[in-house]
């Protein structure tokens, strides 16, 4: 039988989600416990790749279990996972259903503060920027929906099939004093570091070094530039993940950024 699982992490200790030679991954923990606890080894699959010290506020991985439990499977996992690693649902499908490439769209969000916290320097980006324009920078984020191909936002763009993606939001968000930025950005698929470039060049565009034509000239050239400029990792979460017969609210509330008053500028 194939089981969804639906999860959120802490990505702060981990190399990402993917299973890689000598390094911390989220997916190799979790196949860890579960093979311990089933006693045979198992392999999962996730709906996406996350970076290193990326966050994941709703993810799904399925896994196919073929032996019975008469046991709370959910209560184990969570007890033997640690902390930064949570299960919130355990559901059976019928079929063959997969975790990444049923997915129809994934939305992220990519957090931003201002100001020196130390609460916040695993949840959030810390950018010391003062007086960011962000009429300018909402003005490059609304041109994300009105182009598909986001060739010159890739880290290695040759490496994929393609480089389309469909976005169907982009939003900016800021608190009522300014310490705070969100950019949410909603899409079929993302290449890699693409959120994280997007979000550098916005930066550029806040403090002054890029307009919004020349943003908006990598759209339509398609050109590589040749400082990318990639944000960092911490306040990136992939944070919500859908399927045409799967769409879970989330689960979570991390350090009280979703429950910030945000005002769409």
């Not at 799904?60 to 209560?75: G, I």
């Not at 570091?193 to 916005?202: A, D, F, Q």
């Amino acid at each position: 039988m194939r089981y969804f699982f639906h999860i959120a992490y802490n990505g702060h200790t981990y190399s990402g989600w993917q299973r890689q030679p000598k390094v911390n991954s989220v997916q190799e923990v979790i196949e860890t416990k579960l093979s311990q606890i089933f006693k045979t080894p198992l392999t999962i699959n996730g709906c996406g790749r996350t970076d290193s010290g990326v966050h994941a506020s709703q993810f799904f991985f399925h896994a196919d279990l073929a032996q019975e439990w008469d046991f709370d499977l959910k209560f184990r996992l969570n007890k033997v996972l640690p902390h930064n690693i949570a299960i919130f649902d355990i559901i059976p499908l019928e079929g063959k259903p997969h975790a990444r490439f049923d997915a129809v769209q994934r939305k992220y969000d990519y957090y931003i503060h201002t100001y020196k916290n130390p609460f916040l320097n695993q949840l959030s980006s810390y950018y010391e920027y003062e007086n960011l324009n962000l009429n300018e920078m909402k003005r490059a984020v609304q041109l994300l929906p009105k182009y598909k191909d986001y060739r010159a936002f890739c880290t290695a763009p040759d490496k994929n099939e393609h480089t389309i993606c469909n976005v169907h939001d982009a939003k900016l968000f800021t608190t009522a004093n300014g310490d705070h930025l969100r950019f949410h950005i909603a899409s079929n698929r993302f290449l890699g570091k693409m959120i994280r470039i997007i979000t550098g060049k916005l930066l550029k565009i806040g403090t002054g070094n890029m307009s919004v034509d020349e943003f908006e000239n990598l759209l339509i050239t398609l050109e590589t530039p040749g400082m990318l400029e990639i944000a960092h990792p911490t306040g990136l979460y992939l944070s919500k993940v859908t399927y045409p017969y799967l769409n879970l609210p989330l689960r979570t509330e991390f350090s009280g950024l979703q429950q910030l008053e945000w005002i769409e500028v």
